[in-house]
């Protein structure tokens, strides 16, 4: 079973149109992290958000806003009144304790946001 | 800073010839990891390296060898590429031994012929 499950394969919106990119996650750990990354066309991986599992606030950034609630399990990011220069595909993953104290990722299949003008 | 540097960046082999892809850090961080991308399958990790002398598999590791040469370096090799092994490979450092974000190379694309 997929640890980190992106339903949404691709979403395709106009600008100025909000948009929300679902992650559902799945662990037995008490102390996980849980992450977004954006890869542009141009196919670079860029960070854009950590929370850690004690951590139930939500985040606002610019346009950006992550609403994080474990009694569903979910890590959900909503883009509003997207732009082109969003369209890329976004990956949701999830860190947990693994061998030798590292914390192993999991990426989820990853949501591909296409943008018209 | 440079970050995680990674070379090639382009490579074609023929089925059966082996090849070597380097990643170096400078960050000081300790852990690094391997992964695979591949179109609809999101990033798969191949193997990781929690610290200098330390390797484990990861969700992907059959026809892949990995080496730590010293806390910057981690080189993943193929022995004897096969057409599946096709695919965009990303070495990646996290911040605090994966608690953090992850800071990524720019990728080799790999194809094999």
């Known amino acids: 079973a997929q640890k980190v499950t992106q339903a949404q394969t691709e979403i395709s919106v106009v600008e100025k149109e909000d948009v929300t990119l679902d992650c559902v996650y799945e662990?037995?750990?008490?102390?996980?992290?849980l992450f977004w990354y954006k890869q542009p066309p141009s196919g670079e991986l860029v960070f854009l958000i950590r929370?850690?599992?004690?951590?139930?606030q939500n985040e606002i950034s610019g346009r950006y806003s992550w609403n994080f609630q474990k009694s569903t399990s979910s890590f959900n990011f909503t883009i509003t009144a997207s732009q082109v220069v969003d369209s890329a595909v976004y990956f949701c993953a999830l860190s947990e304790a693994g061998a030798g104290g590292s914390y192993i990722p999991t990426f989820g299949r990853g949501t591909s946001l296409i943008v018209h003008p | 800073n440079a970050g995680v540097t990674q070379t090639p960046k382009f490579q074609v082999l023929k089925t059966g010839q082996s090849m070597t892809l380097q990643c170096a850090q400078d960050m000081n961080h300790n852990s690094m990891y391997w992964y695979r991308q591949d179109p609809g399958m999101g990033l798969r990790l191949i193997y990781y390296?929690?610290?200098?002398?330390?390797?484990d598999k990861g969700e992907v590791p059959n026809g892949y060898n990995v080496s730590r040469l010293n806390k910057r370096e981690f080189s993943l090799r193929l022995e004897s590429a096969a057409p599946s092994q096709t695919s965009v490979y990303f070495c990646a450092s996290p911040k605090r031994e994966g608690k953090g974000e992850q800071f990524f190379g720019p990728g080799t694309r790999l194809t094999v012929l």
């Open positions: 662990t037995r750990d008490t102390t996980y992290y």
């Open positions: 390296s929690a610290s200098e002398g330390t390797t």
């Open positions: 929370r850690n599992s004690f951590d139930e």
